[in-house]
């Protein structure tokens, strides 16, 4: 990676408009790191100035990016409707949480059992394990010691979310996927947790100073005695590792459906856009 990305900037200078504006945009976001729709958008804005251009190509990536996009925010628009007739009603506040996050898995069991796929929902019900994670943070909050890097990641990896949104995501893709992707994704594998752990050290690298709770720079700095600095400097290399781990799984796992396997890796993607 190393080797082809100062190869490429070596050549840079020599290249023509089209091909230079397409390098500098891969060694901005890789290929490997961008996101399916994001991607291609770039691409086309791309691809309109080049002097080989296909308009007929062009007009049909278009369309075809401004359906999806559109289809998007329906679906946003359908999701995040609210009832206000219902304000007045709402119980206190851990049952507001509760009730909430309840209703949501309820709708989605109701929907699947019309499809004989009821097994579905109970798969995500179980990755709300991440609820005692969160109590293990709020004691690391409130209390005095820092955990170890080992002991905070355990936790962290569960507390991105990640390994729940992944699996919640999965239960309404229908005939794409079946009950081995959800034994898959539910048992943690390689890809799953270097895709959580990207997430994560991410997140803590840039929310660094905005949290209270201890993050993996502070754990870095406890346990191995070194500057903020330094630690940075070396849970990005965490997060480098984490991204080339679930590159290798996501390339080698072939007896796993694609579209499962693309779905679980999405996250971990947007996390480079925020």
Partial sequence: MEFSSSKLKYLLPNMNCSLSTQVKAALETSIRKSLSRLGPKKFISMYQHDKSCNEILLNF???????VQKLHQKELSEITRWDANALEQLPPYLRIC???L???YIEMENEIKEIGESYRAQYAKEEMKLLRAYLEETKWSYGKDIPTMEEYMKVAIVTATYMMLSTTSLVGMGNLVTKKDFDWVTSEPLLVIASSAVCRLTNDVVGYGF????????????QYGVSKEEAVVEIRKLTKKSWKDESGMSSSNTSLCADPEKCCQSCSHR???L
Avoid: W
């Fill in 98 to 100: 509760y009730e909430a």
């Fill in 61 to 67: 990536a278009k369309l075809d990016y401004n359906i």
């Fill in 102 to 104: 309840s209703d949501v």
């Fill in 211 to 222: 949290e209270t709770k201890p993050a993996a720079v502070d754990c870095y700095m406890n």
């Fill in 271 to 273: 996390t480079s856009f």
